[in-house]
């Protein structure tokens, strides 16, 4: 660095400080701790509630530029422990996530609302879901009437491990899942025909199974299914199982 541009450098310096805001050197200066009134940012934001070292920590509630707003807990400047985010729209507050927060994220038990009323309760990791939970989508967040409703394992925010599908139909799938898509053994119900095929799928395509009545009629009643007429039926689903299953590994 020539000595022209170490004079420039040097020269600069001061000038940065000369440009903090006032509003940030006092806030430097103040050394918050506990309870405090409202505090106003230049963002557009602000937050009244409890303070350690400058630093939100404890209970407190700040309200963004856009209305919405964040109530609950607070470690070290973020959001940690159980609090809850509300979206301000139409003149009105609304949830969009209920439960535990670490370092900013939701994380452990919450409930989510996303824009268009879908939910999930469950379990979450660094913001997504994660373990065991339940979705509900177009339907009543409480009991799922009119959607279709998915209780089960998530995995990095896709469905993934064991769950089952209730369709707004009535229609139902149990069985595994992988990356969000049918994916091992499972059973699927059509509940308005009284049947079920109890298969393998490779992400979300059926590869083998059978197909059967879930009471099973009379021979020859109307609507039955035909009896199957192989030489040996179980031997060839055994067989067609274990390849698919081979697929599906």
Same mark, same amino acid.
């Given at each position: 660095?020539?000595?022209? %541009?170490? !004079? &420039?450098?040097?020269?600069?310096?001061?000038?940065?400080?000369?440009?903090? &805001?006032?509003?940030?050197?006092?806030?430097?200066?103040?050394?918050?701790?506990?309870?405090?009134?409202?505090?106003?940012?230049? !963002?557009? %934001?602000?937050?009244?509630?409890?303070?350690?070292?400058?630093?939100?920590?404890?209970?407190?509630?700040?309200?963004?530029?856009?209305?919405?707003?964040?109530?609950?807990?607070?470690?070290?400047?973020?959001?940690? $422990?159980?609090?809850?985010?509300?979206?301000?729209?139409?003149?009105?507050?609304?949830?969009?996530? !209920?439960?535990?927060?670490?370092?900013d994220l939701p994380q452990g038990s919450?409930?989510?609302?996303?824009?268009?009323?879908?939910?999930?309760? $469950?379990?979450?990791?660094?913001?997504?879901?994660?373990?065991?939970?339940?979705?509900?989508?177009?339907?009543?967040? +409480?009991?799922?009437?009119?959607?279709?409703?998915?209780?089960? !394992?998530?995995?990095?925010?896709?469905?993934?491990?064991t769950g089952t599908l209730m369709l707004?139909?009535?229609?139902?799938? %149990?069985?595994?899942?992988?990356?969000?898509?049918?994916?091992?053994?499972?059973?699927?119900?059509?509940?308005?025909?009284?049947?079920?095929?109890?298969?393998?799928?490779? %992400? $979300? +395509? +059926?590869?083998?199974?059978?197909?059967s009545e879930v009471q099973p009629a009379?021979?020859?009643?109307?609507?039955?299914?035909?009896?199957?007429?192989?030489?040996?039926?179980?031997?060839?689903?055994?067989?067609?199982?274990?390849?698919?299953?081979?697929?599906?590994?």
């Amino acid at each position: 660095m020539s000595e022209g %541009e170490a !004079s &420039t450098s040097s020269a600069a310096a001061p000038q940065q400080q000369q440009k903090q &805001t006032l509003w940030q050197m006092r806030n430097t200066k103040a050394q918050k701790e506990g309870p405090h009134a409202t505090v106003y940012l230049v !963002s557009g %934001e602000q937050y009244k509630g409890d303070f350690h070292d400058n630093k939100r920590h404890g209970k407190g509630v700040v309200t963004y530029k856009n209305g919405d707003k964040y109530e609950g807990d607070w470690r070290d400047g973020v959001r940690h $422990g159980n609090g809850t985010p509300w979206v301000f729209k139409g003149g009105k507050y609304h949830v969009r996530y !209920s439960g535990e927060w670490v370092n900013d994220l939701p994380q452990g038990s919450g409930l989510y609302y996303d824009n268009a009323g879908n939910s999930y309760d $469950g379990e979450w990791q660094a913001g997504l879901r994660h373990g065991r939970g339940r979705s509900v989508t177009g339907g009543r967040p +409480v009991d799922g009437f009119g959607g279709d409703v998915y209780e089960g !394992s998530w995995e990095h925010d896709v469905k993934h491990g064991t769950g089952t599908l209730m369709l707004a139909n009535g229609d139902m799938y %149990e069985g595994q899942w992988a990356h969000d898509l049918k994916h091992g053994q499972g059973t699927f119900f059509y509940m308005s025909r009284g049947r079920r095929y109890d298969g393998i799928w490779q %992400e $979300g +395509v +059926v590869k083998c199974g059978s197909y059967s009545e879930v009471q099973p009629a009379p021979p020859g009643a109307p609507g039955a299914l035909p009896c199957i007429e192989l030489c040996s039926p179980a031997g060839v689903l055994q067989e067609g199982a274990a390849a698919a299953l081979g697929l599906a590994a």
